[in-house]
């Protein structure tokens, strides 16, 4: 006996050529010859089984929002409790938000500490729904980590291949969950190879972010909850920590969708994409008018998640900061660690370092006149700094 979700999951479609993909086997990129961009899941937003008034009954995690995500059937959610972040106000650093409403959607909370959680979340469990036993990913250190442990809660198999230079407490909790960790000499690029070539080797599933559809799904349920939060309105303006893009492109994505549902207006927030100085190509693009970003690495950054040298789906972030009349800000590597340290000393906020950039990025916009009074601003701090204590020491 099944027990449905009610998903009005209906198909995949190419987000650059629109091919159509069935839902009934395991998808990676568009299958067009040439094109292998990704899949945007698509639902039937006609069919009015959810309404707004019923989510209050629901529980307090992403999958309050499960007619609008992937799986099929109750008995293949994979959760640790996911989502529904706090949203705080930035209230003592008056000094850079006066006449301003700036607001920290706190995905710190989430199980193994960053929103990577709410992808992994939807994805595992929508791979088991289709039979995978074994997966392998390229991580930064955060995806690793909420690989690691919803493989363990779905019993199944998970392979890690993570860059040398990331901070012990990555590989640790990765190495606690159960999955095989593989250091690489090397970046993000690197491991992404070694995890395709391994995947092709062994028949595992390979669940890098956007080569496969449903962790786009699981980041997009922070744009739900943003416009849920504030009452089915968007904020003015949104702050994204952005390496390989996915929750630029899944926050996007959810306004589109409630707007479909009719549960917010045509309104939508000016997104920036804020990046490390050392990885910064979506900034360099976006500044320079262009459609694609080149590949640019210059090294670490104390913000390892930001340390992505060429996304894979750079044409669609980039369109998405054109089409929301956004921006782009690039910052060092001491700015992050002095934002990180106010932060934390006057907001009782221990922000990941991708988090902290943020902030920094905002006073730099607001100072420069890039957002306007009695505006609302939220930033999307995306982890915590605890695992992060070497690279801050
Ligand atoms: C804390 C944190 N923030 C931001 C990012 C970048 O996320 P995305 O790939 O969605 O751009 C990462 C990726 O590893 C991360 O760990
Ligand atoms: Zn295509």
Not at 15 to 32: D, F, M, Q, Y
């Amino acid at each position: 006996m099944t027990q449905p979700t009610n998903s009005l999951l209906t198909h995949l479609e190419c987000a650059t050529c629109g091919r159509k993909h069935p839902i009934s086997k395991l998808n990676t990129v568009c299958e067009t010859e040439d094109c292998k961009a990704i899949l945007l899941a698509q639902y039937d937003f006609n069919s009015n089984v959810l309404l707004k008034a019923d989510l209050k009954a629901r529980p307090a995690s992403a999958w309050r929002y499960k007619e609008f995500l992937p799986v099929h059937d109750e008995r293949n959610i994979v959760s640790l409790g996911e989502g529904f972040t706090a949203v705080l106000t930035v209230s003592n650093l008056q000094q850079h938000t006066a006449g301003k409403r700036v607001l920290i959607k706190d995905e710190s909370s989430n199980p193994t500490g960053s929103f990577k959680a709410r992808g992994l979340s939807i994805a595992v469990s929508k791979a088991k729904e289709l039979g995978v036993k074994e997966f392998v990913i390229p991580t930064a250190g955060n995806a690793g980590g909420a690989l690691a442990a919803y493989a363990a809660k779905a019993g199944l198999k998970a392979h890690i291949f993570m860059p040398k230079l990331t901070p012990q407490a990555f590989k640790d909790e990765a190495r606690l969950f159960g999955a095989e960790l593989t250091e690489v000499d090397g970046n993000i690029s690197d491991c992404g190879k070694l995890a395709n070539a391994q995947a092709a080797e062994n028949g595992w599933f390979d669940i890098s972010t956007l080569k496969e559809p449903y962790r786009l799904e699981g980041k997009k349920t922070m744009g739900y909850e943003i416009a849920e939060q504030l009452g089915w309105t968007v904020p003015d303006v949104i702050l994204y920590p952005t390496g390989g893009g996915t929750g630029i492109i899944g926050i996007w994505k959810a306004f589109d969708e409630l707007e479909q549902l009719g549960w917010i207006g045509s309104k939508r927030p000016h997104m920036v994409a804020v990046q490390s100085d050392s990885c910064n190509g979506i900034h360099l693009a976006f500044q320079n008018g262009e459609t694609s970003s080149a590949f640019k690495d210059s090294g670490h950054t104390v913000a390892n998640g930001l340390r992505v040298p060429k996304p894979y789906a750079d044409k669609v972030i980039l369109k998405v900061l054109r089409d929301s009349q956004g921006n782009t800000v690039s910052v060092s590597d001491a700015a992050i660690l002095s934002a990180l340290r106010e932060l934390a000393a006057c907001e009782g906020l221990l922000a990941a370092p991708e988090g902290a950039a943020l902030w920094h990025a905002y006073k730099e916009l607001n100072r420069s006149g890039g957002i306007k009074d009695g505006e609302t601003v939220l930033l999307l701090n995306t982890g915590s700094a605890y695992k992060y204590l070497d690279n801050i020491r």
